[in-house]
């Protein structure tokens, strides 16, 4: 059986090679959620890490283009309400 694409971010322009939109896509966030229940710190710890990476990498792709907060997109999304 041939292995499911994953929704792991494409590099550098971090959107979701299976859908196409910005990742973490809704997949991601449940996966993630998933490999990170009952650590929620460490999920935190994790998107905040991938949050820089992705703001470096955004950052070269478009240098004269400044960057939204990327928070609510990589941490937001998954803090406790």
Same mark, same amino acid.
């Given at each position: 059986?041939?292995?499911?694409?994953?929704? +792991?971010?494409?590099?550098?322009?971090?959107?979701?090679?299976?859908?196409?939109?910005?990742?973490?896509?809704?997949?991601?966030?449940?996966?993630?959620?998933?490999?990170?229940?009952? &650590?929620? +710190?460490?999920?935190?710890?994790?998107?905040?890490?991938?949050?820089?990476?992705?703001?470096? &990498?955004?950052?070269?792709?478009?240098? &004269?283009?400044?960057?939204? &907060?990327?928070?609510?997109?990589?941490?937001?999304?998954?803090?406790?309400?």
């Amino acid at each position: 059986m041939p292995e499911r694409p994953k929704h +792991s971010p494409l590099r550098p322009s971090w959107r979701c090679p299976v859908c196409g939109i910005l990742w973490p896509c809704s997949a991601a966030k449940l996966r993630l959620l998933g490999e990170y229940r009952g &650590d929620r +710190s460490g999920l935190l710890i994790h998107l905040a890490k991938i949050q820089e990476e992705a703001t470096a &990498d955004l950052t070269k792709l478009n240098p &004269d283009v400044a960057l939204p &907060d990327l928070t609510p997109r990589f941490v937001g999304w998954a803090e406790t309400r």
